[in-house]
């Protein structure tokens, strides 16, 4: 079945600094990738969906100058938290999708969880 | 605001008994419906998805739609203790074009007692 690779799994950063997180299509080319982020005991919370080669499409509230999305190849997009703070510390999940449209299944990254102190 | 809403729970059934999972959700674009199950600090699972009404059964799980009623649910047969998890009901709606993305509720936890 198809599958998304995200790394890093875990990771520690000081507060002011970035944080860059991949992840990849391993066996279908990812037309649309989506990112999320989840509190604890909340539900996924859709930050942005890009398509290849496209900027980013940002839900409200997501400040598009902190979490850069990069999906330059049909295999890899990259989220970079900028200048984090202990309040970015969350679960962040990578989704992809093969089609442009409907009709497609979702396939989820392990998740990435951040802490910043 | 478009809306999916999920008992939080906890649910919880001895082993082996039907557990009743269930989502209502607000926006009638919506055309298909994702079930998922999540583990504790873990990404969501894909359990199935329904997009026409009525029943669809893959092994124990049974998902059910009604879109008249923007109601869809999913059963759980012969529950197992490893079926312990919060599972997320996530319609697919259209953003516009051919955009299309899933809009998660907030997940039913479900405790499977041995």
């Known amino acids: 079945g198809a599958v998304v690779s995200q790394h890093p799994s875990r990771v520690i950063c000081k507060s002011g600094t970035s944080v860059k997180i991949e992840c990849r299509s391993l066996d279908f080319q990812a037309t649309t990738m989506f990112w999320y982020r989840q509190f604890p005991k909340k539900s996924l919370m859709l930050m942005a969906t890009?398509?290849?080669?496209?900027?980013?499409?940002?839900e409200q509230g997501v400040e598009k100058d902190k979490f850069l999305i990069n999906h330059a190849s049909l295999t890899l997009s990259t989220l970079t938290v900028t200048s984090a703070h202990p309040e970015d510390s969350s679960f962040y999940i990578c989704s992809a999708r093969e089609g442009w449209a409907g009709g497609y299944g979702y396939t989820f990254g392990s998740g990435t969880r951040l802490t910043v102190v | 605001q478009k809306e999916v809403e999920q008992n939080s729970g906890p649910l919880s059934v001895p082993e082996g008994a039907i557990a009743s999972l269930n989502c209502t959700y607000s926006?009638?674009?919506?055309?298909?419906f994702f079930w998922y199950r999540q583990y504790s600090g873990k990404s969501p699972e894909l359990i199935m998805f329904?997009?026409?009404?009525g029943d669809k059964e893959d092994g124990r799980f049974t998902a059910q739609l009604n879109k008249a009623s923007q109601y869809v649910s999913l059963l759980i047969r012969d529950s197992q203790p490893s079926d312990s998890a919060t599972y997320l009901c996530?319609?697919?709606?259209?953003?516009?074009?051919?955009?299309?993305?899933?809009?998660f509720g907030k997940g039913t936890l479900l405790t499977v007692n041995p």
């Open positions: 890009s398509n290849e080669g496209s900027k980013a499409t940002y």
């Open positions: 926006d009638r674009g919506s055309q298909s």
């Open positions: 996530a319609p697919q709606l259209n953003s516009g074009g051919s955009n299309y993305k899933l809009t």
């Open positions: 329904i997009y026409s009404n």
